[in-house]
T-cell receptor
Framework: GQNIDQPTEMTATEGAIVQINCTYQ??????LFWYQQHAGEAPTFLSY????GLEEKGRFSSFLSRSKGYSYLLLKELQMKDSASYLC????????????FGRGTSLIVHP | NAGVTQTPKFRVLKTGQSMTLLCAQD?????MYWYRQDPGMGLRLIHY???????AKGEVPDGYNVSRLKKQNFLLGLESAAPSQTSVYFC?????????FGSGTRLTVV
């Protein structure tokens, strides 16, 4: 099975940088996603890592270390609209496309 | 617009009533999923389908049934609704990874 651990809640200041960590245990690895979910809305895709290293996309970056079972999402130049839940999503290996969702990190951005 | 469409968006049921939630996607995705999301629990997989005519149980399948008669549609049925099924339901689809979600159905069972 898979197990995902991420902080429940984080707070940060507008304009700052925040790093949301995710650790996982899995018997096989096929990729790791980060999704953003605003309150009352559907999750939306942010990033996908399958190889070790950093993936940068505008203000958002995601890092993966498969040997450590560790990923983080880095948000730069925080804006109020970044207040949302951030979901770490694990895709196990074996030909299955069934993802396992973490419980999400609620990020609160204040002025 | 391409994507995943869920109907209805809101519904209130009385205990024991039945209903069907419809999910439709126009991206020709093979995989479709039904999740429920409850406060503090994250997204939990109810049932999923890897292709037309196939369905499989997820993490929390009890009390639900599904059908995938057409590739683009995935139906979630509640035969006898219970208050414990009060939740927000999300449908999603994918091809080779990367998941597109519908806007959700907020269901209240009283």
């Amino acid at each position: 099975g898979q197990n995902i651990d991420q902080p429940t809640e984080m707070t940060a200041t507008e304009g700052a940088i925040v790093q949301i960590n995710c650790t996982y245990q899995t018997s096989g690895f096929n990729g790791l996603f980060w999704y953003q979910q605003h309150a009352g809305e559907a999750p939306t895709f942010l990033s996908y890592n399958v190889l070790d290293g950093l993936e940068e996309k505008g203000r958002f970056s995601s890092f993966l270390s498969r040997s450590k079972g560790y990923s983080y999402l880095l948000l730069k130049e925080l804006q109020m609209k970044d207040s949302a839940s951030y979901l770490c999503v694990l895709l196990a290996s074996g030909g299955s496309y069934i993802p396992t969702f973490g419980r999400g990190t609620s990020l609160i951005v204040h002025p | 617009n391409a994507g995943v469409t869920q109907t209805p968006k809101f519904r209130v049921l009385k205990t024991g009533q039945s209903m069907t939630l419809l999910c439709a996607q126009d991206m020709n995705h093979e995989y479709m999923y039904w999740y429920r999301q409850d406060p503090g629990m994250g997204l939990r997989l109810i049932h999923y389908s890897v292709g037309e005519g196939t369905t499989a149980k997820g993490e929390v399948p009890d009390g639900y049934n599904v059908s995938r008669l057409k590739k683009q549609n995935f139906l979630l049925g509640l035969e006898s609704a219970a208050p414990s099924q009060t939740s927000v339901y999300f449908c999603a689809s994918s091809s080779s990874g990367g998941y597109t979600f519908g806007s959700g159905t907020r269901l209240t069972v009283v």
